[in-house]
């Protein structure tokens, strides 16, 4: 019997199917190369393949076992300082680290809840903190705590037994919708925060090209200074991101590098208004003509702009178009919780269409415990914190809010133009673009500004520290109105006193802007220099351990 001839019809076959997995592969990787020269440019390719192998290079240095050794004992004294500096020890500190074998009663709980509140901490009663505390007043504070007493055990999971907070939701949603002209048809949900809301509008996103575009490889376009909460969503929800240049002196995205990026898998756009960092309002006309044009979805972030920027033109200043007023707009976060005053854990996200609020509902019609529907990340959501968001949208009106913009905003301008105009300020700070809103960043070409930042937190501000380029900020909130005048004075004091120090360096023969000493200088400082941020990964992992030390 001869030998076989089918592995002889099979080689053509198996050598066929070879060849074209290669075409594909090579296909994709010229489809890739492509569109990675066409948004990159060339000059742009080359600088970050020079910037990868820096990356590279500098990651095997920090693993030679000498430099490896070293650098972890750094990292652990730091940290060491980090939990020396917010974890209370030593005698007169008392640790609770299991029940209490019988309950305290209500005094001894309200005694201890006094000590807590009474622990030394950065003022913001006195407006010595940027940002981060949103307080409304004492009245209104008062207000919210009696709605939170009434609706204390309160889930909107379940409407049919708390009723009044299924109404309040619905309605806080529907008021906000109103704020930010939002069409016929338009929905919402409350979230948890600038950050759930922020996730909740790109998974809306990604499920819609995955549903009507069958996308399987997403990619989203981002301004630079973007909310990192984007990065965040991008990271659980597995979706590329491209990092658009805000380039000085506008610092607002460069919309046509953005029309460079984008391709078949593009699921969203994003503008900021204003941004974080800076307080920049991006184009929000521009990005939505590019929306229309490629039929993408174009999400405004308005967490921080909140209250403020529907009220501008109310309050008497300039007001950019950046709402559902722009037709390209598909979906808004707003924080109730920032300048719509509202307790901590309230937040909005607004689409145009029911359509798109759908996409980012979770429903599981057979689990063994029943048909399980939620609209958000949340199960179980606190019923008393939607109650205060109420109360506080009812208390405060139109008028309220439109008078609150006015005062922050007023108190936002006057510290922009003294630092452009006061001759203690304007030669050592320079503002960061055109704020329009409540943040006014700014930088210095002359001294350390991290020495700056570190100097004011040692006359008691807490301002925000940022990077890329080094650079302070200061989100003006209605206590600061009443303290601006002290921080303009505060702040002129101690650019002379860096200005003093940079001139006695000089004197002495030592370089310039003296060596890292401050929190703020040794973290941003030594952060920008670090080509590889496995480091600063690890030093903010230990923060984040830091916390949760009893």
Same mark, same amino acid.
């Given at each position: ?27 994709r ?10 948004? /990159?440019?060339?000059?742009?390719? +080359?600088?970050?393949?020079y ?8 990651s ?12 972890q ?18 005698p ?5 680290l299991?029940l ?51 609706? =204390? ?20 949603v ?23 809301? +922020? ?42 991101? /491209? ?61 921080? =702009? ?9 309050? =008497? ?81 139109e ?9 922050i ?23 960061i ?10 930088t210095?070409?002359s ?32 206590? +600061? ?6 921080l +303009? ?28 000493k ?20 690890e030093l903010?992992?230990?923060?984040l351990?830091?916390?949760y030390?009893a």
């Amino acid at each position: 019997m001869g030998p076989s001839k089918l592995p002889l019809r099979l080689k053509p076959t198996v050598s066929s199917l070879r060849n074209v997995l290669l075409l594909l592969f090579l296909l994709r990787w010229t489809k890739k190369s492509y569109l990675h020269l066409r948004g /990159h440019g060339v000059l742009g390719t +080359i600088t970050q393949t020079y910037r990868t192998l820096n990356r590279l290079a500098y990651s095997l240095f920090l693993r030679l076992p000498g430099v490896t050794s070293r650098v972890q004992l750094q990292i652990t004294e730091a940290v060491a300082k980090l939990e020396k500096k917010l974890v209370p020890s030593g005698p007169g500190v008392n640790r609770y680290l299991t029940l209490p074998a019988e309950g305290w009663t209500a005094d001894q709980v309200r005694a201890e809840l006094e000590r807590l509140g009474e622990m030394k901490h950065t003022r913001w009663e006195e407006g010595r903190v940027s940002g981060a505390v949103y307080h409304g007043g004492e009245e209104l504070g008062k207000l919210q705590m009696e709605a939170f007493g009434k609706f =204390g055990v309160a889930n909107p999971i379940h409407p049919d037994v708390f009723p009044g907070v299924r109404k309040m939701e619905a309605e806080v949603v529907a008021m906000v919708l109103a704020l930010f002209n939002a069409p016929d048809g338009a929905a919402g949900v409350t979230t948890s925060g600038g950050s759930e809301s +922020i996730l909740m509008a790109v998974l809306s996103a990604r499920e819609k090209a995955r549903t009507e575009r069958r996308v399987t490889e997403p990619e989203m376009i981002l301004p630079e200074t973007a909310h990192t909460a984007f990065r965040k969503a991008a990271s659980y929800f597995r979706i590329r991101v /491209h990092l658009i240049p805000c380039p000085a002196p506008a610092y607002r995205v460069n919309v046509r590098t953005v029309s460079r990026f984008i391709n078949s898998n593009t699921i969203l756009l994003v503008g900021s208004a204003p941004n974080f960092p800076h307080g920049i309002v991006d184009d929000i006309p521009a990005l939505s003509r590019l929306a229309i044009r490629h039929k993408l979805p174009l999400h405004v972030d308005c967490c921080l =702009g909140s209250f403020l920027m529907p009220f501008l033109a109310k309050a =008497g200043y300039d007001a950019p178009d950046f709402d559902f007023k722009v037709p390209g707009v598909t979906s808004i976060s707003c924080d109730t919780h920032k300048y719509g005053f509202a307790p901590k854990g309230n937040s909005t996200v607004l689409y145009r269409t029911e359509e798109l609020r759908k996409y980012q509902y979770f429903i599981s019609p057979d689990w063994s415990g029943g048909v399980y529907a939620s609209p958000s990340i949340a199960g179980s959501r606190p019923g008393a914190l939607i109650a205060g968001c109420w109360a506080s949208l009812m208390s405060m009106g139109e008028s309220g809010y439109i008078d609150a913009c006015h005062k922050i905003i007023s108190a936002a301008k006057k510290l922009e133009t003294a630092i452009r105009e006061n001759d203690s300020l304007k030669h050592d700070l320079k503002v960061i673009g055109k704020p329009m809103v409540s943040v006014v960043a700014f930088t210095s070409a002359s001294l350390n500004i991290y020495d700056v930042a570190d100097a004011m937190s040692a006359r008691g501000w807490h301002l925000n520290a940022l990077q890329n380029p080094p650079a302070m900020h200061v989100a003006v909130t209605i206590p +600061i109105v009443d303290a601006i005048d002290a921080l +303009i004075r505060d702040l002129e004091l101690t650019v002379e006193g860096e200005r003093e120090a940079e001139r006695r360096r000089v004197v002495e023969g030592k370089s310039k802007r003296g060596v890292v000493k401050g929190d703020a200088a040794a973290l941003y400082g030594v952060a920008g220099a670090l080509p590889d941020k496995t480091v600063v990964n690890e030093l903010a992992a230990g923060f984040l351990d830091t916390l949760y030390k009893a």
